[in-house]
């Protein structure tokens, strides 16, 4: 069955600092895999998504992740971390080949970010 | 920009009545989904609809658990009979295109549920 792992619960990055979210899968074929942020009290925002093609992929806010099928991981990346970017992350993949399969969500990453 | 509506944003209940959940879908869209996210854990898929019947449902989504379409832009989660453990916020998602699509679902900024 597929699974998603986010090892680390909570992170504390300052401000301007680099961030790096992990986020491992387990699925046998090609995965879909997305991450989304939720801010306190809001819903879940897509940040981005990858499919298939260039295992580097952009989002939005200034963040990127790549995968790696050999590792099986999708991390999450920004190189200068915002105050407004404390939030809870997502880790997602898809149970099948199709967007619109039912989504696998990691436990999450709570970020806090100093000023 | 389409968005995906929920309301009520909070509703509190006594143990053992009906709540009905409600969720307005982006316009067009063909798919519809309930997760879930009980406090401080993750997101957990409930059910999927597309083409007015349940495609998927999970462990959790039983009989106590219904959804309806009713009127072609609504899309409904009636729990019959709430538990304590039903306390949760409650995510609608909607997704635009046919399966070969490489879209993402839209999620609603959630429902809390509180069930005393």
């Known amino acids: 069955a597929q699974s998603v792992t986010q090892p680390d619960i909570h992170i504390t990055v300052s401000e301007g600092a680099s961030l790096e979210l992990r986020c491992n899968y387990s699925?046998?074929?090609?995965?879909?895999l997305f991450w989304y942020v939720q801010s306190p009290g809001q819903g879940l925002q897509l940040l981005l998504k990858?499919?298939?093609?260039?295992?580097l992929v952009q989002g939005i806010k200034g963040f990127e992740a790549e995968f790696k099928r050999s590792q099986s991981s999708f991390n999450l990346r920004k190189p200068s971390v915002h105050w407004s970017d404390a939030a809870e992350y997502f880790c997602?993949?898809?149970?099948?080949?199709?967007?619109?399969?039912?989504?696998?969500f990691g436990a999450g990453t709570r970020l806090a970010v100093h000023p | 920009e389409p968005e995906v509506t929920q309301t009520p944003s909070h509703q509190v209940t006594q143990m053992g009545q009906e709540v009905i959940l409600r969720c307005v879908p982006i316009?067009?869209?063909?798919?519809f989904y309930w997760y879930r996210q009980i406090l401080g854990q993750k997101v957990e898929f409930l059910v999927s609809?597309?083409?007015?019947?349940?495609?998927?449902k999970s462990e959790i989504f039983d009989d106590q658990f219904s959804v309806e379409r009713p009127d072609g832009s609504n899309f409904t989660l009636k729990i019959r009979s709430t538990k304590l453990e039903d306390s949760a916020m409650y995510f609608c998602?909607?997704?635009?295109?046919?399966?070969?699509?490489?879209?993402?679902?839209?999620f609603g900024p959630g429902t809390r549920l509180l069930v005393l």
């Open positions: 997602a993949v898809g149970a099948g080949s199709g967007g619109y399969n039912k989504l696998i």
């Open positions: 699925y046998g074929a090609t995965p879909y």
């Open positions: 990858y499919f298939s093609g260039d295992t």
């Open positions: 316009s067009n869209h063909l798919y």
């Open positions: 609809f597309y083409n007015n019947e349940i495609s998927e």
């Open positions: 998602a909607s997704y635009p295109g046919l399966a070969g699509d490489q879209e993402t679902q839209y």
